[in-house]
């Protein structure tokens, strides 16, 4: 069976220093694994998605992950926070070619930047 | 250019009263997903279409339905709304000779329940 748990519920940082947002997932294969971003009273706007080409993951707005079997992590950084990052962050993962392309979304982890 | 299209973005209803939340897609993907999320929540899948092959969630309640009309259009039918299902409700799509189950989703339309 699928899951994914994202570690934080929130985290805060200071404008310009980097940020980390935590994801495991659990999979019985080969996963999708995706961020996804939500701004208030916004739909879903994907960041970046792993898609086994390459295990350092580069997506918008300068955001990254690294997906690591042996720990089965795909955290989400960014160098230097800014204002406009401040959201709620999701991982999602999804069995490869599932029929129904069904997601399994973690919790979320709502990001503050501060001034 | 929007590709996935949710109207009305607000819809006011009353207790008991029916309400219908639209969906369209101009990607031509052949797999609609509706969710259903709560404040401070993860969305929630309600069911989905496979083409015309409507697939329910187990815990889905019997008050939401949808339609399908075609390719292009999926409805959220909620046939006496409760104060419980006031939420963001969240259409999205898939296309599913992709391989990545990567979905587009809409802008979503907030419910709320008077």
């Known amino acids: 069976a699928q899951s994914v748990t994202q570690l934080d519920s929130h985290v805060s940082v200071s404008e310009g220093t980097p940020v980390l947002l935590r994801c495991n997932y659990s999979?019985?294969?080969?996963?999708?694994l995706f961020w996804y971003v939500q701004h208030p009273n916004k739909g879903l706007q994907l960041l970046l998605k792993y898609t086994s080409a390459a295990t350092l993951v580069k997506g918008i707005n300068g955001f990254e992950a690294e997906f690591k079997k042996s720990e089965t992590s795909f955290h989400l950084t960014k160098p230097s926070a800014h204002m406009s990052d401040a959201a709620e962050y999701f991982c999602v993962v999804s069995d490869r070619g599932n029929q129904g392309g069904k997601l399994i979304f973690g919790q979320g982890t709502e990001l503050s930047v501060k001034p | 250019d929007a590709m996935v299209i949710q109207n009305p973005r607000y819809q006011v209803t009353q207790f008991g009263k029916p309400v219908t939340l639209s969906c369209s897609q101009t990607l031509n993907h052949n797999v609609m997903y509706w969710y259903q999320q709560k404040s401070s929540q993860a969305p929630k899948l309600l069911f989905h279409?496979?083409?015309?092959?409507?697939?329910n969630e187990a815990d889905t309640p019997d008050n939401f339905q949808s339609r399908r009309p075609n390719t292009s259009f999926c409805f959220l039918d909620i046939r006496s709304p409760g104060l419980g299902d006031a939420a963001m409700y969240l259409c999205?799509?898939?296309?599913?000779?992709?391989?990545?189950?990567?979905?587009?989703f809409g802008p979503g339309t907030r419910l709320t329940v008077l």
């Open positions: 999205a799509t898939w296309a599913s000779g992709s391989p990545y189950n990567e979905q587009f």
């Open positions: 999979s019985s294969y080969s996963p999708s």
């Open positions: 279409y496979y083409d015309k092959d409507f697939n």
